[in-house]
């Protein structure tokens, strides 16, 4: 069993590519429309084009507003991505105007940071430290 697509709901697709590619670096895989102002858009990895792909869902269900406020009340990141150095890539993002609400810190097994994808959403960037 493998885990090949996960979701992450955002608030304006168009706008979710744009950070996800220009600003993440992730590529574009899919974008499929699926109807009106609706499309089947997923990004991928390039470091690990063989890695699950993350679809761009749309957050029009009525469940995902309450959920995605209460994660980002609590500062709970939606999803995790993995980076090599988590300081270099903080301070990457950074230059590019992406707003963390956790700078780099060290958990002991991992670095992490947290930011605000602004989607919608917050997302942990982790580099795991070798046993």
């Given at each position: 069993?493998?885990?090949?697509?996960?979701?992450?709901?955002?608030?304006?697709?168009?706008?979710?590519?744009?950070?996800?590619?220009?600003?993440?670096?992730?590529?574009?895989?899919?974008?499929?429309?699926?109807?009106?102002?609706?499309?089947?858009?997923?990004?991928?990895?390039?470091?690990?084009?063989?890695?699950?792909?993350?679809?761009?869902?749309?957050?029009?269900?009525?469940?995902?507003?309450?959920?995605?406020?209460?994660?980002?009340?609590?500062g709970i990141p939606l999803a995790q991505?993995?980076?090599?150095?988590?300081?270099?890539?903080?301070?990457?993002?950074?230059?590019?105007?992406?707003?963390?609400?956790?700078?780099?810190?060290?958990?002991?097994?991992?670095?992490?940071?947290?930011?605000?994808?602004?989607?919608?959403?917050?997302?942990?960037?982790?580099?795991?430290?070798?046993?």
């Amino acid at each position: 069993m493998r885990i090949t697509l996960t979701s992450i709901f955002v608030d304006d697709q168009r706008k979710a590519l744009s950070f996800y590619t220009d600003v993440l670096g992730f590529t574009k895989h899919h974008d499929i429309p699926m109807g009106e102002n609706t499309w089947w858009l997923t990004v991928k990895s390039p470091e690990a084009p063989e890695s699950a792909e993350l679809l761009l869902e749309p957050a029009g269900h009525p469940a995902v507003k309450p959920y995605r406020d209460a994660l980002v009340e609590d500062g709970i990141p939606l999803a995790q991505f993995t980076v090599d150095d988590v300081e270099a890539e903080y301070r990457r993002l950074r230059e590019q105007g992406v707003v963390f609400t956790q700078e780099p810190t060290d958990i002991g097994t991992a670095v992490v940071a947290v930011f605000d994808d602004t989607c919608g959403n917050l997302i942990q960037i982790a580099a795991i430290k070798d046993a």
